[in-house]
T-cell receptor
Framework: KNQVEQSPQSLIILEGKNCTLQ??????????LRWYKQDTGRGPVSLTI?????NTKSNGRYTATLDADTKQSSLHITASQLSDSASYIC??????????????FGQGTRLTINP | DGGITQSPKYLFRKEGQNVTLSCEQN?????MYWYRQDPGQGLRLIYY???????QKGDIAEGYSVSREKKESFPLTVTSAQKNPTAFYLC?????????????FGDGTRLSIL
């Protein structure tokens, strides 16, 4: 069964600190892995997309890693800011028939940055 | 600015009533999607459309219906057959070109039961 599991479920850190969010998946055949940021009451916004051949990708203070062998990904946030408070969603894309892609969403990690 | 507009932001449904959620995009994307988001769960696909006048059921299509008469518009109707409609509904779109195509999301409609 295609699944995406994220940990921790929630996390609270102080402003300026770093943190790492985890994503494990069992999706097959793998196409790509995405991290989204979702502010409360808003739609998700794409942070990074990584294909099988990429093992790290950065977007400002956000750095995503991918280990396709162990089927794990992480999202590292450096020097956190209050505006980083949001849910972070890991999404894995599987290739289905005729090249279409099926997205499998994790349940998200709720990150709170305290001043 | 290009983007996806969902309306209304909040919607209330009475027993036995059908309600329609609007989704409009000006990104010139071919594919459009509807997701449902419940607390503590990942997004689940309701319906998707890869081209005008064509759409496919997702994982949880029962109690929902869609239409795709225009490229820009993909409205979702929550029918009275959907017994647990309270959720946050997200519309998304993407291109159909080669390579990895990110999905762009609207800001959602929160549906509640009166």
């Amino acid at each position: 069964k295609n699944q995406v599991e994220q940990s921790p479920q929630s996390l609270i850190i102080l402003e300026g600190k770093n943190c790492t969010l985890q994503c494990n998946y069992t999706v097959s055949p793998f196409s790509n892995l995405r991290w989204y940021k979702q502010d409360t009451g808003r739609g998700p916004v794409s942070l990074t997309i990584m294909t099988f051949s990429e093992n790290t990708k950065s977007n400002g203070r956000y750095t995503a890693t991918l280990d396709a062998d162990t089927k794990q990904s992480s999202l590292h946030i450096t020097a956190s800011q209050l505006s980083d408070s949001a849910s972070y969603i890991c999404v894995v894309s599987a290739v289905v028939l005729q090249g279409a892609q099926k997205l499998v969403f994790g349940q998200g990690t709720r990150l709170t940055i305290n001043p | 600015d290009g983007g996806i507009t969902q309306s209304p932001k909040y919607l209330f449904r009475k027993e036995g009533q059908n309600v329609t959620l609007s989704c409009e995009q000006n990104l010139n994307h071919d594919a459009m999607y509807w997701y449902r988001q419940d607390p503590g769960q990942g997004l689940r696909l309701i319906y998707y459309s890869q081209i005008v006048n064509d759409f496919q059921k997702g994982d949880i299509a029962e109690g929902y219906s869609v239409s795709r008469e225009k490229k820009e518009s993909f409205p979702l109707t929550v029918t009275s057959a959907q017994k647990n409609p309270t959720a946050f509904y997200l519309c998304a779109s993407s291109t159909q070109g080669r390579g990895v195509q990110p999905q762009h999301f609207g800001d959602g409609t929160r549906l509640s039961i009166l």
